[in-house]
């Protein structure tokens, strides 16, 4: 099973061998290239031709999936959801294609260089961006090369795409083959990007011969393409004959084959399909689900065979946007990663310049997409100690509001806010376990939070509305499948947190109950108008998931950061007004209440630093109730309140 | 009782408390004075004169020490001994006279400079350094305290001292009085130092009146000085009054009284003893017991009216560079600190440039003070975590040889070699524990090591040359009197560490042994010529100290850090020729050991990272002298050595 994990260590270890069987000088010290950061996944900051080097020289076959730009908003959003859910499968990379049509360097967010770059900034994927060059001006493709760039783009499929038109004719300045795009790149970004080059098994379509085309693609490879992707193919024999044709070329590169049998993509791809494979299809091509399993069939024989070579380093498969075909192959060929290690806690962004990024506040756990959004712009990411970056700038969530979440349907906030309605006209029997899709969770509910379900459920009933929480971990093994992560070998830890709004009543009674706890319990209570009452000593951030790894410093990759919770408690108190109350009429119960909710409660965050014994935030939560109860609350801490 | 990390925290907390209590804005969070490191006592940062007042806030009363700079080299490593010894007990400040006739700005190790600059640059203490400005040129004062301020000395005590010869005239131009140097100091440093000036309870001797005198004390307050010590009196209603009669002028001066029973300074201070005193003292001049016994008495009779006064914030003792009399008297006060807590596993420094260092190579654990010499020109000292700091360049250790080692008597050293030599002699009855004095330590035996003992012992007498380790820890208070550091309410843990010397026909042997532990083993391996075997991924430092604490961000203070060990390594086999072999004569046969040994053994580390299990690591020498008497190694793995 692929893992990236335990790629990187296993690369780790073996770099460590060699090290160790080489005698190296006393000053051999002010040689080596000494890591500045606790990098604890090579994968996550190595350029794309490493990884696939390492792959091979380990022998470990990765698999590539390609998407195309949505055509709409929605489909975007849908899109990138897929993102995740096959991110999560452990692809060596993703590639996204060029759409000449859809205006594809543009900012809008169905474009193809905004699809990669959600890929690669929210979703953490190693992307590489298409580009095609005919009937292109050389400024056209500065100007997208540089954008790509700029958003943290490190890879570029070079293509010559089809002309417009049968009338295309050579230019003479401009680019008529993708090895002119080679070339441009290679001259203008100099080895910034990693390149990419199509290989045409069965020879390019409009190619006078399959031997010219293998010197078109000696070409591109000798103008600076690191690799090359194969078009896609029927028969593995295709593919082997051609890898053994390129061989010849000693150019560096890689061969990736790719594979997908749908006849869209024939279409596209100006392919014959060859005649076995018809002869199966034309039978049953009115059973969509006959043809699908023949399909994944076919692909997984070939794929065996492909593999079984030895001359195959890894897969790539034409999604044409789809996941069940794909998944099912990957399943059956053990590449699929069922079970993926996680190299943070949090969702790691592929941009460069967040290579070093470790820490982060953990009020945006369940937004990072916000989070990544409004941290987009800093020049420097917290690296291992949050107290070591500058004074944070949160950026303001406008576009983001506009792009990620405008589709949301309404029908979730409603049901949320029914569990809000039933809280407050008492009825007792409503489950609370529907306040788990709140719109401060951008992502579904993480497992480990479902440890804490039942005393959720409860609090949430009584008033306490929590946003945000996890249990406390006293060293589990990094490999723990639910709140494991980061690689082998390591235990992690976590001090419990739990962050809610409630009313200013609880909180009078929550401040007297509190002052039992120090300095057990730090708090931070906040409301919309930014009165601010806490007990962080000197206003110092407090780790609260942090992990132990063999021979490396500690990372602690999420911390409660007074300075941060501040910026957090705007988008958090705004999500009330823009995400719910705007569902409702003006004027009406709903909005009403939402408002009230917005105007006068508070926002609380509580860290229970005593991590190897059992949370007490239950029993702080438990305690304010009893306190309300006996009603010795009332006027004197409201005084605390109010001075 | 006194107790630095609780002071810290009760102000960390009254702090809190204060905030709470205070609505603040939203943009609050912009106005915050946001710490880039996790400072865990504040009293290590901040200045004296906030340090006092803090203390005289929460009424808890200081004590400070006085000391005068020692004649010879000899004389000056005993003090600072002593410094080591008292400044465990908790003293606010220590302050060191300013010794006109013996060069006291000069970088003598027996000057006043410093003394007072060991006192804070390796020692840790706050330190004041007396200063007197009669027959010197302001050239000269400035050039005193531009060395002070380049040295780390924050604290002036501003004197006008003794003129020499009795035809002492003011001068024009000159410094004249104590307050001249006070206005010099401040208009040349500006607010940089903390100034100290003296107080006559019953008037300077050479005042015209007691009256006159309270004029002079309130110009120098006046003039910016921050706080008063009182020169010593004998009766508590002296100082009453005096602290009375200052009052009125309104100076934001803190008194400070002081008070040591001694003849000596009675004839220094010009002071008359009370007759009730001298009553007492003839009949039993000549029982030094008894007088000694008179002056505790005394001293506490004193000590106990002037704290229950609640006027006195704190008591200097004039220690004339004894211990016993003051521990005693403190002790009986209750204010000597019995179990100082520390601040960090290792003596901090108290220089201002290392005020937010936090992290230290394990190797030096043994010699803190060659640490903090060879590092002392760093410009920044690594705060967090190890591999933010910049490539280290430590400096060479001749001078420090000079001045800290060179009265290091031979007795010890010839204890250890015996051990050795009854180790190669295959002696068997000889007991290990000799090997605890070994010249890689220049402090006591750490109790956390005697955890260890045994095993320690055991390996020792088959030679394993152990010169460095600690046990595993997972997770006990950070108050544990053995292991604990930090303030309260934290949790420590280590990961267990061995460094020792081994010829190489054992590292063959470990080297096939080690493949078993990987990857829970780290190790190191090097030899006098920087050979260097290690399995540390990329060269990253391995944190082996870390503590959790409420409300803070990791505090990991030692690292094994693969390129400081290069330097160690130097440093280290360095120590065998340095300290060991010039003992000796040249040829003769222990000389040639101890030289074959520098040549020929290896510095080995090993850290185990699996910490909360029992630590692993005396399995591995006992795996490795198994795989020895196997007799397996021999030829092949002298290979892997070779290669």
């Known amino acids: 099973m692929v893992n990236q994990v335990q790629r990187g ?51 470990d076959h990765w698999f590539s999936l390609e998407f195309f730009p949505p055509r709409t908003a929605s ?55 298409h580009l095609t060059c005919c009937n ?83 070409e591109k490879v000798a103008a600076g393409a690191d690799f090359v992707i194969t078009q896609l193919f029927f028969r593995a024999e ?65 794929c065996r065979v492909l593999l079984d070579s030895g001359r195959v380093p890894g897969l790539h498969f034409y999604t ?7 998944m099912e192959v990957l399943r059956q060929l053990g590449m699929w990663q069922e079970d993926p290690r996680r190299p943070m806690p949090w969702a790691v962004s592929a941009h460069p310049k967040r290579k070093v990024e470790d820490v982060r506040p953990i009020f945006w756990g369940s937004r990072p997409k916000s989070y990544i959004y409004r941290t987009q712009d800093w020049d420097e990411f917290p690296n291992g100690r949050w107290g070591n970056s500058s004074s944070p700038a949160f950026g303001e969530l406008n576009d983001y509001y506009l792009f990620y979440l405008k589709s949301k349907s309404s029908k979730d906030a409603l049901l949320v806010f029914e569990v809000f309605t039933c809280y407050i006209a008492a009825q007792p029997n409503r489950k609370g376990h529907k306040v788990m899709c709140l719109p401060w969770n951008d992502e579904p509910l993480a497992p480990e939070t479902n ?27 990094s490999t723990d499948p639910i709140v494991g992560w980061g690689p082998p070998g390591g235990y992690v830890f976590q001090k419990a ?24 319990v730090n708090y931070h209570i906040v409301n919309v108008h930014g009165r601010n009452l806490t007990n962080a000593p000197d206003m110092q951030p407090n780790a609260v998931t942090w992990g132990i790894f063999p021979g490396r410093e500690i990372v602690q990759p999420t911390v409660v950061d007074p300075v941060s919770f501040m910026f957090w408690k705007d988008e958090a108190f705004a999500l009330w007004i823009e995400q719910w109350a705007k569902l409702y009429e003006d004027e009406s119960p709903s909005r009403m209440i939402i408002k009230y909710i917005h105007d006068n409660y508070f926002l609380v965050n509580l860290v229970d630093n005593d991590f ?17 109860q006996t009603g010795q609350v009332a006027n004197d801490s409201s005084l605390e309140l109010d001075s």
Chains 1, 2 share one sequence.
């Open 9 to 59: 260590d296993g690369t780790l270890s073996s770099r460590s061998d060699s090290s160790a069987a080489s005698a190296s000088g006393g000053d051999s010290s002010k040689e080596s290239s000494r890591c500045s950061t606790p990098v604890l996944d090579a994968d996550r900051t190595d350029r794309l031709r490493y990884k696939m080097r390492r792959r091979m020289e380990s022998g």
């Open 75 to 129: 489909g975007a959003v849908n899109l990138i959801s897929r993102f995740d859910r096959m991110g999560s499968g452990g692809p060596l990379f993703i590639d996204i294609t060029w759409h000449p049509s859809g205006d594809p360097g543009s900012d809008k967010e169905t474009s193809s260089m905004m699809i990669a770059s959600t890929a690669v900034n929210y979703c953490g994927l190693e992307s590489v961006l």
């Open 136 to 218: 292109q001006s050389k400024d056209n493709i500065s100007r997208h090369l540089s954008k790509a760039k700029h958003l943290g783009l490190k890879n570029i499929m070079a293509l010559r795409g089809d002309p417009v038109g049968s009338d295309w004719e050579e230019e003479e300045e401009g680019f008529n083959y993708a090895v002119d795009l080679v070339k441009h790149i290679r001259s203008e970004f100099d080895d910034y990007f990693d390149i990419c080059v199509a290989g045409y098994p069965t020879g390019h379509p409009e190619a006078h011969s399959y031997k010219e085309d293998l010197i078109y693609l000696k």
């Open 238 to 302: 295709t593919f082997l004959k051609f890898e053994e044709d390129c061989r010849p070329s000693g150019s560096p590169c890689v061969c990736v084959q790719g594979y997908q049998s749908l006849r869209q993509l024939v279409k596209l791809s100006k392919l014959e399909v060859p005649e076995e494979i018809t002869r199966v299809i034309e039978p049953i091509k009115d059973n969509d689900a006959a043809i699908r399993n023949y399909g994944i069939h076919q692909a997984l024989e070939m």
């Open 320 to 326: 044409l946007n789809r996941e069940v075909a794909t």
């Open 451 to 477: 440890m804490l379900k039942d005393e959720l459920e409860k609090v949430n009933t009584r008033g306490v509305l929590t946003i945000n929480s996890q249990p406390n971990i006293n060293g589990k093994p």
């Open 497 to 520: 947190y739990l962050e809610f709004f409630t009313s200013s009543e609880n909180v009078n009674a929550l401040l007297k109950v509190l002052k039992k706890y120090e300095p057990r």
């Open 612 to 628: 190897p014994l059992d949370s007490c935030l239950w029993q702080v939560i438990e305690d304010m109730f009893e306190l309300l």
